[in-house]
T-cell receptor, first 115, second 110 residues
Framework: DTGVSQDPRHKITKRGQNVTFRCDPI?????LYWYRQTLGQGPEFLTY????????KSRLLSDRFSAERPKGSFSTLEIQRTEQGDSAMYLC?????????????FGNGTRLTVT | SQQGEEDPQALSIQEGENATMNCSYK?????LQWYRQNSGRGLVHLIL?????REKHSGRLRVTLDTSKKSSSLLITASRAADTASYFC??????????FGTGTSLTVIP
């Protein structure tokens, strides 16, 4: 169990640029979640995959955001035309097939700063 | 949107004291989970309590759940400086949606 890994750890970009983050979940986990966390707040749900199917998207996820999990393994989160309000920690988590009682395993996040 | 709300927002105690934090939520849940987050890191799962359970223990952690009041509490006994972190409750409703609260920032003074 190597844990959930996220890349990069930090990203600084200029407003209007596109950014892409990667998440590698725990290998046997088929559920993968993306959350966004701003300073002093709890994680806010963005989207959720079961295998390669994106089952749910938050209304927070504007059409500038897109997430994929093409082979049901790693996932990418892309933000197009970044805005300063996108500055946040983006967290990825995975869980096993044990249903709603399976806890989430989080990566250490990607901190995005939009200047 | 955030389903849960922790209270207090910040808590500072001396090492060896007990720390209690509370979580209130809005809708019916499948289970409630508590997580811990050290600064700049991801969250780590601590303990889960199902909706039909009232109390659960794990080491120095004790969790209670009152579904009639839609509230939960997390007690950390004999706190240590290493317990300094933010603590979040997460409610799990239908499907596999996890909703996190706003968190309690705990500081344990050595």
């Amino acid at each position: 169990d190597t844990g959930v890994s996220q890349d990069p750890r930090h990203k600084i970009t200029k407003r209007g640029q596109n950014v892409t983050f990667r998440c590698d979940p725990i290998s046997e986990h088929n559920r993968l979640y993306w959350y966004r966390q701003t300073l002093g707040q709890g994680p806010e749900f963005l989207t959720y995959f079961q295998n390669e199917a994106q089952l749910e998207k938050s209304r927070l996820l504007s059409d500038r955001f897109s997430a994929e999990r093409p082979k049901g393994s790693f996932s990418t989160l892309e933000i197009q035309r970044t805005e300063q309000g996108d500055s946040a920690m983006y967290l990825c988590a995975s869980s096993s097939t044990g249903g709603p009682n399976s806890p989430l395993h989080f990566g250490n996040g990607t901190r995005l700063t939009v200047t | 949107s955030q389903q849960g709300e922790e209270d207090p927002q910040a808590l500072s105690i001396q090492e060896g004291e007990n720390a209690t934090m509370n979580c209130s939520y809005k809708t019916s849940i499948n289970n409630l989970q508590w997580y811990r987050q050290n600064s700049g890191r991801g969250l780590v799962h601590l303990i889960l309590i199902r909706s039909n359970e009232r109390e659960k223990h794990s080491g120095r952690l004790r969790v209670t759940l009152d579904t009639s009041k839609k509230s939960s509490s997390l007690l950390i006994t004999a706190s240590r400086a290493a317990d300094t972190a933010s603590y979040f409750c997460a409610t799990v409703i239908i499907g596999n949606q996890f909703y996190f609260g706003t968190g309690t920032s705990l500081t344990v003074i050595p």
